[in-house]
């Protein structure tokens, strides 16, 4: 792994922790780039995010970043690594840019995009609710299944705990407007809950081991597992990939012709190696942002 040569200060002041000349960071890039739905924008650079157990305001002018309500402890101990601070994005950037023309103008369109490490229980729910289904509707979603059983913070209410969600049922779960998804997410709850299916040791397991896991989950497919695996599990060689994602790399790299996921996938592995999840976001953002392989 590439590790974050510290050019970066950080201090605590009022109830804040400041980021001083933070390099390959932009909050809106960051969140709008579909890894995360616990967001709600407040300016062009400020941000409210619920994550962690947390509830956070992100403000930035260029490269200072404000952290608040936090203490540097809090800092060092959740969002220094939720923010995968000590990662050197330029080294990254540099080498899945190497040779490709497509890559660098996705760069250095959206170069402050950084993969968040998120709580792998939260994150896998999210995107079992968020298969066919749109951003907005993703979000009120997950609201409203927090107001219903999750803890209050800040005026902002958290993600659900296990032990929080463990006697719902799919009736419950319809009334909040999740339709066919219930069931995925009942047999998720249940699963985890009861110890069949483990996030505990996950770090102990294979991609492929823990992929296989992981699809024993009613609901989960590919997209869903390599989302969770890419966004809170730190496999950053997985190259999650739906229908439009697919046709973006149809575009960008298979000169337009049809290509099955498990060509692109090949493709992924061989060209982005174990940073190939790192490409994904860059061409996801650049491409959704352009309108390429729209139709």
């Keep these: 792994m590439i590790y974050y040569e510290i050019c970066m200060q950080s201090y605590e002041e009022d109830g804040k922790v400041i980021l001083e000349n933070v390099s390959n960071f932009n909050i809106k890039e960051i969140l709008e780039c579909g890894q995360c739905f616990r967001f709600e924008k407040i300016d062009e650079l400020e941000y409210r995010i619920v994550a962690m157990g947390k509830v956070l305001n992100i403000k930035q002018e260029m490269n200072r970043v404000e952290l608040y309500p936090c203490s540097m402890k809090e800092y060092e101990e959740i969002w220094y690594n939720y923010f995968d601070m000590d990662i050197n994005y330029t080294a990254v950037k540099n080498i899945i840019s190497k040779d490709d023309i497509i890559m660098k103008k996705a760069i250095e369109f959206a170069g402050g995009i ?76 249940d699963k985890l809950y009861s110890g069949e299916v483990s996030l505990k040791d996950i770090d102990s397991l294979s991609t492929s081991e823990l992929l296989k896991r992981l699809l024993t989950i009613k609901g989960v497919g590919q997209k869903v597992a390599d989302c969770s695996m890419l966004f809170s599990m730190k496999r950053r060689e997985v190259f999650p990939t739906d229908v439009w994602v697919k046709r973006v790399m149809e575009q960008l790299y298979f000169n337009g012709e049809e290509t099955n996921i498990k060509e692109i996938h090949k493709f992924a592995k061989e060209k982005w190696g174990d940073l190939a999840g790192y490409a994904q976001q860059y061409l996801f953002y650049y491409a959704r942002s352009m309108k390429i392989g729209v139709k």
């Design 114 to 189: 950084r993969i968040l490490n998120q709580d792998p229980y939260e994150c896998l729910l999210s995107f079992i609710i968020s298969q066919n289904n749109n951003i907005p509707r993703i979000k009120g979603i997950i609201a409203n299944l927090s107001q219903k059983y999750g803890n209050q913070e800040q005026g902002e209410f958290l993600f659900p705990t296990l032990e929080q969600l463990k006697d719902v049922t799919e009736e419950d779960l319809k009334e909040l407007k999740v339709g066919f998804r219930a069931k995925y997410i009942k047999d998720c709850i």
